[in-house]
């Protein structure tokens, strides 16, 4: 089936930007909505940024909106998620998420929270220094 592997992680100080990537096989993902989760222990993964097949962005969470962008690239069946002006609340796994049910999704908007979605990679930790 489908692999989703995360990369991009790392101690970052706060003010800094990182940009995690998010790399498919098995399957070509370009007609499927995907996004970016995260978690901090105790807590439900939070959705912080969606992507639909038309290229529709939304952001649910609104303590990353203006800082974080979500990207893909249909020709390396890639998904980005640039984060800038990195803050230590943002430290947490962050998980890359796909959703193979509905194809050609139009409107990022849909996509709200972890059952949106059905495919997961394992995480990659994000560690923000004050």
């Known amino acids: 089936q489908v692999q989703l592997v995360e990369s991009g992680g790392g101690l970052v100080q706060a003010g800094g930007s990182l940009r995690l990537s998010c790399a498919a096989s098995?399957?070509?993902?370009?007609?499927?909505?995907m996004g970016w989760f995260r978690q901090v222990p105790g807590k439900e993964r939070e959705l912080v940024a969606a992507i639909a097949w038309s290229g529709d962005m939304a952001y649910p969470a609104d303590s990353v909106k203006g800082r974080f962008t979500i990207a893909r690239d249909n020709a390396k069946n890639t998904v980005y998620l640039q984060m800038n002006a990195l803050k230590p609340e943002d430290t947490a796994v962050y998980y890359c998420a796909l959703d193979l049910r509905r194809r050609y999704s139009s409107l990022a908007i849909y996509y709200t929270k972890e059952s949106d979605f059905d495919s997961w990679g394992q995480g990659t930790q994000v560690t923000v220094s004050s």
């Open positions: 098995g399957r070509t993902v370009s007609s499927y909505a």
